[in-house]
């Protein structure tokens, strides 16, 4: 268990731009920064404690970027067999029961009970209804525009937390952030284009999933995650409950929509079964790893990359038309994004500082 959920929800605020669930700190990584924490007369952390090398951890940072990246062309993949809401089923199922497997060969127990109720809220704005939305959505755009539209996600969640906490103070650098941002999403979409282009009911699917992710971000910060939290919680242990609060979700949807459309076929259960256990359950732990072996904000970019990974699979394997203003815009996306998020003053000052 995490004793210190102080570090727990910094932490996340730093892995803010993830899907959900994933980003969480480590143990390792929470006895690290304890350890500053208890030298009262430090004014340096960075002089304590030595940065690992970037050896250590870029496998797992370009393991990450693959895993995520890749999750919008297995979603199409899987679409050509399931439908929506079957790929959204099976992509919870096979991730639920790779974190069961995590879980008993860890020894981690279930999160206690007075928790259920708000991972239940929590599972159905971060797990079962962006699935669906990213599935349907899929059946209207291309993988590629998924992807990108993904990007946004630290930008709502960041609208989120200013307008549930007004503490967090809307700064400058924020604003310019969201502005970006906001601005790179509206040039994807193609605003100016009236005549065709992007089916806008694909589009609103996607930013519907966005917009979920970032407006649970409040609740499980104030409830599950942040210093107002009953207890802390395993975060493995948190990302199993809301995998199989999703199946309570998606069970009876799936029931009535069904989960297949057409004649089996290996592929799309292949691409299916390979979303929910490396995207939906090992990609947690290996984010758990990866910030242990370097630090919260080097993990945080890893979606940086995702949008990259999305349209080149899209392109290469799913041979999807790219437009000139989709790759432009999701620059926008992203450095709007690390812009609010402080990531890119943070890494110049830390550049300054070492000169």
């Not at 990584?29 to 007369?41: G, I």
């Not at 919870?92 to 974190?99: E, K, N, S, Y």
């Not at 459309?261 to 259960?269: E, N, V, Y």
């Not at 349209?311 to 994004?337: D, H, M, R, S, Y």
Request: aromatic share 10%; glycine share 10%.
């Amino acid at each position: 268990m995490i004793h210190n959920h102080r570090i727990l929800i910094a932490a996340t605020w730093r892995t803010v731009i993830e899907l959900s669930w994933a980003n969480r700190v480590t143990p390792e990584a929470n006895s690290t920064t304890q350890s500053v924490k208890e030298c009262p007369l430090n004014t340096n952390p960075a002089s304590t404690i030595t940065r690992p090398p970037w050896r250590s951890w870029l496998p797992l940072y370009v393991a990450l970027a693959l895993i995520w990246g890749s999750t919008f062309y297995l979603i199409m993949v899987g679409l050509e067999m399931f439908t929506p809401v079957g790929v959204a089923f099976g992509r919870i199922a096979f991730g639920a029961v790779t974190l069961v497997v995590v879980s008993v060969v860890g020894k981690i127990w279930f999160p206690p009970r007075w928790s259920w109720k708000h991972i239940f809220v929590v599972s159905i704005l971060w797990v079962s209804v962006p699935a669906m939305l990213y599935a349907y959505g899929e059946t209207r755009v291309s993988s590629a525009l998924a992807g990108i539209i993904n990007a946004a996600t630290p930008l709502m969640t960041l609208l989120a937390m200013l307008i549930a906490f007004p503490e967090e103070k809307p700064t400058r650098q924020r604003i310019i952030g969201l502005f970006i941002g906001f601005l790179g999403i509206l040039i994807v979409v193609g605003v100016w284009n009236r005549s065709g282009g992007n089916d806008p009911v694909g589009m609103l699917a996607l930013l519907g999933a966005v917009a979920c992710y970032g407006i649970g971000f409040p609740y499980a910060r104030k409830y599950l995650i942040g210093p107002s939290a009953r207890e802390p919680i395993n975060p493995i242990s948190l990302a199993l409950a809301m995998l199989l609060g999703g199946l309570i979700v998606t069970g009876p949807i799936v029931a009535f929509t069904g989960v297949v459309k057409t004649d089996f076929a290996w592929g799309p259960l292949v691409a299916v079964a390979v979303l929910g256990i490396l995207g939906s359950g090992l990609a947690s732990v290996l984010n758990f790893k990866l910030v242990a072996a370097s630090d919260a904000t080097t993990a945080s970019t890893v979606t940086y990359f995702t949008p990259l990974v999305a349209v080149v699979t899209g392109a290469l394997l799913l041979n999807e038309t790219i437009t000139w203003n989709q790759p432009f815009g999701a620059l926008f996306v992203v450095i709007g994004a690390a812009i609010a998020q402080g990531v890119i003053t943070g890494r110049v000052g830390m550049w300054r500082r070492r000169m």
